[in-house]
């Protein structure tokens, strides 16, 4: 039997698991978020209203950390048999220690199959990668092919997002290469992406409306409606811009479904609210 692991960051809460017909094949283990000395387990001790509802009331800036190596043994173990396969799907290891911690974890089993993938992705682009392998085993594929499949999603997944402000990504250390912007021109608005496992910056527009056109024409460019397969928009408490983003993505698209889901509490700790972004699987 296959079983699908991934993390929270992935931001697969069980209704978007319902919505994408996969609910009860994936296994999410929880990152940790940290108000000060306060710790709440990401989607189990805190969701994502309350984690936006304690940013917007002026608690501390919070931070993030891994789950413990024992954490993912403990869900390896509490799913699975001797002789089963596991695919472990995780945020890019340059962005989170998460991926060697389940690394760790699956040493100590020598009676079971277990791949540990670093998506070098994040959010709603490792989230759909995990979907999809979900749903290739529920299919009956083999594990080789399903990991074939998400070897190749890595290699051309499009993802693309604006923040309000970088403080966040900063503050947090995740900044990547998009340090260069920081303490620019007052109301430019970086379009920034992931890539090759870490933030990088990809251009610069004036405003927040520019970069989200910006962010549309690119997305367009990069990924034409003829070769889209999947897509999603992420926010981060920003569900009224999410919407308008999905619809104006939908047209550009020739009435394609874009998925919402709003970020996380250890993706929202990085991004900051405000943030808006788009990921896109081709073929």
């Known amino acids: 039997m296959i079983h699908v692991v991934t993390d929270s960051t992935s931001d697969l809460t069980p209704e978007f698991l319902a919505e994408t017909g996969v609910a009860g094949r994936v296994h999410v283990v929880p990152l940790t978020v940290h108000f000060g000395e306060e710790e709440y387990r990401d989607g189990v001790d805190l969701d994502r209203d309350e984690f936006y509802a304690k940013l917007a009331g002026g608690a501390a800036m919070p931070r993030t950390s891994q789950p413990s190596p024992a954490a993912?043994?403990?869900v390896y173990r509490e799913i699975s048999q001797p002789g089963d396969v596991i695919l472990s799907l995780h945020i890019s290891s340059r962005l989170s220690g998460t991926h060697q911690s389940a690394a760790l974890a699956a040493?100590?089993?020598?009676?079971?199959?277990?791949?540990?993938?670093?998506?070098?992705?994040?959010?709603?682009?490792?989230g759909l990668m995990v979907v999809e392998a979900a749903k290739a085993a529920a299919e009956g594929k083999e594990y080789k092919?399903?990991?074939?499949?998400?070897r190749q999603r890595i290699a051309n997944v499009r993802i693309l997002f604006v923040v309000d402000t970088l403080e966040y990504l900063h503050r947090n250390g995740r900044i990547g290469?998009?340090?260069?912007?920081?303490?620019g021109i007052l109301n430019v608005k970086p379009l920034l992406t992931v890539e090759d496992g870490i933030v990088a910056p990809v251009e610069k527009a004036r405003g927040k409306a520019k970069a989200l056109?910006?962010?549309?024409?690119?997305?367009?460019e990069e990924v034409p409606p003829e070769r889209l397969e999947m897509g999603a928009v992420m926010h981060a408490a920003a569900a009224a811009e999410?919407?308008?983003?999905?619809?104006?993505?939908?047209?550009?698209?020739?009435?394609?479904?874009f998925y919402i889901q709003q970020l996380g509490p250890t993706v929202g700790t990085h991004a900051g609210?405000?943030?808006?972004?788009?990921v896109a699987f081709g073929r």
């Open 177 to 183: 290469k998009a340090q260069a912007l920081v303490g």
């Open 242 to 257: 999410a919407e308008e983003l999905a619809a104006r993505l939908s047209q550009r698209y020739g009435g394609a479904r």
């Open 145 to 150: 092919e399903i990991l074939a499949q998400v």
């Open 72 to 74: 993912f043994a403990d």
């Open 107 to 126: 040493r100590q089993f020598d009676d079971r199959v277990i791949e540990v993938v670093d998506t070098r992705s994040v959010s709603l682009g490792l």
């Open 273 to 278: 609210p405000g943030t808006l972004g788009v």
């Open 213 to 220: 056109e910006r962010l549309l024409d690119r997305l367009v």
